[in-house]
């Protein structure tokens, strides 16, 4: 990898942005051969939450070439999720091997700067031109710059503030919550029910369950629940601690700002303050957005949106490196049949569109139940026990390695959903 600027020539694929949806599609791309130029504006990751992950990342990181590093890593082994009522009652541990011994059924606790690092060192292994601190600055389209003329290229900046114009036949946009094509293109549609934010921080010394449960993600609704914490045990004795809520609620209307609020949440959930009663804490705290949103389409002629770029959901289940991760491999995929069919099209390159989507609507499904105050996965369980183990496939992730058609359908039933965002989803311009 090099801070210099690229080559003064034509790439197949350009990938603006170096996060992990971002490196997947640069490195599967560039495994096949093609010319792949990869820009990232920072110079090194800093800090990033989403620090959690689910145990469907083990095919995609098999996929990669990364299963051994991550193995040898220093994250946290996790290998289940538990979650506690308002009342502070908490459920048994979801263990993800209950169905599965396989060792994909284990996932890890990730440092995201260090994860991130080591997904774009892996693109640059591979074959792909990673630049960073080099920044996107333009998209280019042919036909007199209208919308729906293909790509053809991106205008960068480096560090000393030098613009080149750099060619390709496909653009992909991993540009994270920037969305820099949803934008341009008037795409981008927030789910209007899902608008909440996120407080959190890092304390050292906090309690950890001991033996297979140590490395568990625990979801902890407060009294009333009007919030929930995450509870995330990371590498250094360090455990990852925030607070998630609608934004009218956790923001506005607050006062002594995000430290106090942050407190005051806590004092609802006696178990998150038990946890960290004798603890340090070890950053300042921080605050986010956690807006969920989609585009309504993910392609267009000679360009693709992956990850965040395209969509978020909100973090209850730990899915967003998990999306960040499928979409790029599935854009990768569609992007290198496109470029050996010759076809650059919308459709050709967002002909993943669909599967990939389905995926997205079932843990949306599953999202809303959750905050649901009048649904309780207890009692729908104990109605339907032989559902328990497509929650569980949910829970790892599986929703495009096994059938759960049936758990949706059940809980379609008990839990009302709005419409999914935007109904053209795969690209036709071009």
Request: aromatic letters at 10%; glycine letters at 12%; hydrophobic letters at 40%.
């Given at each position: 990898?090099?801070?210099?600027?690229?080559?003064?020539?034509?790439?197949?694929?350009?990938?603006?942005?170096?996060?992990?949806?971002?490196?997947?599609?640069?490195?599967?791309?560039?495994?096949?051969?093609?010319?792949?130029?990869?820009?990232?504006?920072?110079?090194e990751f800093g800090f990033k939450v989403g620090e959690s992950l689910v145990p469907a990342t083990y095919w995609t990181f098999e996929r990669l070439g990364v299963l051994d590093?991550?193995?040898?890593?220093?994250?946290?082994?996790?290998?289940?999720?538990?979650?506690?009522?308002?009342?502070?009652?908490?459920?048994?541990?979801?263990?993800?091997?209950?169905?599965?011994?396989?060792?994909?059924?284990?996932?890890?606790?990730?440092?995201?700067?260090?994860?991130?690092?080591?997904?774009?060192?892996?693109?640059?292994?591979?074959?792909?031109?990673?630049?960073?601190?080099?920044?996107?600055?333009?998209?280019?389209?042919?036909?007199?710059?209208?919308?729906?003329?293909?790509?053809?290229?991106?205008?960068?900046?480096?560090?000393?503030?030098?613009?080149?114009?750099?060619?390709?036949?496909?653009?992909?946009?991993?540009?994270?919550?920037?969305?820099?094509?949803?934008?341009?293109?008037?795409?981008?549609?927030?789910?209007?029910?899902?608008?909440?934010?996120?407080?959190?921080?890092?304390?050292?010394?906090?309690?950890?369950?001991?033996?297979?449960?140590?490395?568990?993600?625990?979801?902890?609704?407060?009294?009333?629940?009007?919030?929930?914490?995450?509870?995330?045990?990371?590498?250094?004795?360090?455990?990852?601690?925030?607070?998630?809520?609608?934004?009218?609620?956790?923001?506005?209307?607050?006062?002594?700002?995000?430290?106090?609020?942050?407190?005051?949440?806590?004092?609802?959930?006696?178990?998150?303050?038990?946890?960290?009663?004798?603890?340090?804490?070890?950053?300042?705290?921080?605050?986010?957005?956690?807006?969920?949103?989609?585009?309504?389409?993910?392609?267009?002629?000679?360009?693709?949106?992956?990850?965040?770029?395209?969509?978020?959901?909100?973090?209850?289940?730990?899915?967003?490196?998990?999306?960040?991760?499928?979409?790029?491999?599935?854009?990768?995929?569609?992007?290198?049949?496109?470029?050996?069919?010759?076809?650059?099209?919308?459709?050709?390159?967002?002909?993943?569109?669909?599967?990939?989507?389905?995926?997205?609507?079932?843990?949306?499904?599953?999202?809303?139940?959750?905050?649901?105050?009048?649904?309780?996965?207890?009692?729908?369980?104990?109605?339907?026990?032989?559902?328990?183990?497509?929650?569980?496939?949910?829970?790892?992730?599986?929703?495009?390695?096994?059938?759960?058609?049936?758990?949706?359908?059940?809980?379609?039933?008990?839990?009302?959903?709005?419409?999914?965002?935007?109904?053209?989803?795969?690209?036709?311009?071009?």
């Amino acid at each position: 990898m090099t801070e210099a600027s690229p080559r003064a020539e034509d790439y197949d694929v350009v990938v603006a942005g170096g996060g992990p949806a971002g490196s997947t599609v640069a490195a599967l791309v560039a495994q096949q051969g093609y010319r792949v130029l990869l820009v990232e504006r920072s110079k090194e990751f800093g800090f990033k939450v989403g620090e959690s992950l689910v145990p469907a990342t083990y095919w995609t990181f098999e996929r990669l070439g990364v299963l051994d590093a991550m193995k040898a890593s220093r994250f946290v082994n996790k290998q289940s999720v538990q979650f506690f009522s308002g009342a502070g009652k908490g459920t048994m541990p979801f263990y993800f091997t209950e169905f599965d011994g396989h060792e994909s059924s284990h996932t890890w606790q990730v440092v995201r700067s260090e994860f991130d690092q080591m997904l774009l060192t892996n693109a640059a292994r591979l074959g792909a031109e990673v630049c960073r601190g080099v920044n996107m600055a333009e998209v280019l389209f042919d036909g007199d710059g209208r919308e729906d003329g293909p790509a053809r290229g991106v205008v960068i900046v480096d560090g000393q503030g030098v613009r080149r114009e750099i060619g390709c036949r496909v653009l992909v946009d991993a540009t994270g919550q920037k969305t820099t094509l949803a934008n341009r293109f008037g795409l981008k549609r927030e789910e209007p029910n899902l608008r909440n934010a996120s407080i959190y921080t890092h304390y050292r010394g906090a309690h950890r369950e001991p033996g297979i449960d140590e490395g568990a993600t625990v979801i902890l609704h407060t009294r009333g629940e009007r919030s929930w914490f995450w509870y995330i045990p990371l590498p250094d004795d360090t455990v990852s601690v925030g607070v998630v809520g609608p934004i009218d609620y956790l923001i506005r209307n607050r006062t002594g700002g995000a430290e106090a609020t942050f407190h005051a949440e806590m004092a609802l959930c006696p178990v998150v303050a038990e946890r960290v009663a004798k603890a340090k804490q070890a950053m300042p705290i921080r605050v986010a957005r956690d807006f969920s949103y989609r585009a309504t389409r993910m392609a267009g002629a000679g360009w693709s949106m992956v990850g965040d770029a395209f969509g978020f959901l909100d973090p209850i289940y730990s899915t967003g490196v998990f999306f960040a991760l499928k979409s790029g491999e599935m854009a990768a995929d569609s992007i290198c049949a496109g470029l050996a069919e010759g076809d650059l099209s919308g459709a050709s390159l967002g002909r993943h569109g669909e599967r990939f989507i389905a995926g997205m609507e079932a843990m949306r499904r599953l999202i809303y139940a959750y905050y649901d105050r009048d649904f309780s996965f207890g009692r729908f369980l104990k109605a339907s026990p032989h559902l328990r183990k497509d929650l569980i496939h949910m829970l790892v992730g599986n929703i495009y390695r096994e059938p759960v058609g049936e758990f949706l359908e059940a809980l379609s039933r008990e839990v009302e959903v709005p419409e999914a965002l935007g109904e053209e989803l795969v690209g036709e311009w071009g």
